[in-house]
């Protein structure tokens, strides 16, 4: 049987790469990493042959592709079942879909205002004002899911809606946004993760600067 490949950019500044990542660990995956220079217009024209939205991640795996970190999620909760990445529980299960979904196709502010840094530390970092509505309302999915489901993650046990998160968790520290204690030990545990401390050493080890996700203040 094939290995499966995954096609990933930039462990310091690639959010979507970083969750589609975890998601194959966490489903028990093994996987080569393939990682590519999206400014290389070599290495983009292959990713397009490869994956038709020219988006990383990618996820190869015997005869099937896949792209888009939602598609990865649910296909590999389809060939992983045992890994439980998402919860047992229907009713839990559809409130894991639902703030998972919300990351993906939200947030847009927070992403653009505060990019995914994992090298970089901001103190006092003005968050732009069109940013904060998503900061408070990823405080309060994190307050309601702690309160629910009694930690120490989002869902009790870890799940796709922690990979949706992590990258948020780095950027409240790359920008240090000020958390209430019981998120900031969430966002502390997600950054301690085993997994976490794996991906972020790969990022410090990374030589690359990209200028324009550089912020300046
Ligand atoms: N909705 C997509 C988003 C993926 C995405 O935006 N990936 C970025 C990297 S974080 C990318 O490939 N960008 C390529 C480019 O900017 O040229 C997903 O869920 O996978």
């Not at 979904?101 to 505060?114: I, Q, V």
């Not at 900061?135 to 870890?158: H, S, T």
């Not at 948020?168 to 545990?189: G, H, M, N």
Request: with cysteine; charged share 25%; glycine share 4%.
């Amino acid at each position: 049987m094939a290995k499966a490949k995954l096609t990933i950019s930039s462990k310091n500044y690639s959010s979507w790469s970083l969750r589609g990542w975890l998601l194959c660990r966490m489903a028990g995956l093994e996987f080569d990493e393939v990682r590519i220079d999206i400014d290389d217009p070599s290495m983009r024209q292959e990713l397009l042959l490869l994956s038709p939205s020219v988006l990383v991640p990618r996820l190869t795996h015997n005869t099937v592709t896949v792209w888009d970190t939602w598609a990865i999620a649910e296909y590999l909760a389809e060939i992983a079942p045992d890994a439980h990445l998402l919860p047992a529980d229907i009713a839990k299960r559809a409130h894991c879909r639902a703030v998972s979904g919300e990351m993906h196709s939200g947030f847009h502010n927070l992403r653009s205002a505060l990019p995914m840094n994992l090298k970089a530390r901001h103190e006092a970092y003005q968050i732009f004002t069109g940013a904060k509505p998503d900061v408070e309302r990823i405080k309060a999915i994190w307050n309601e899911c702690l309160d629910a489901y009694g930690g120490p993650y989002l869902f009790g046990e870890l799940s796709v809606a922690d990979a949706m998160y992590a990258p948020v968790c780095t950027r409240f520290q790359t920008y240090s946004i000020k958390l209430e204690p019981k998120l900031a030990a969430y966002r502390d545990r997600i950054l301690n993760w085993p997994l976490m401390q794996e991906w972020t050493a790969g990022a410090m080890a990374e030589p690359e600067e990209m200028v324009e996700l550089e912020v300046e203040f």
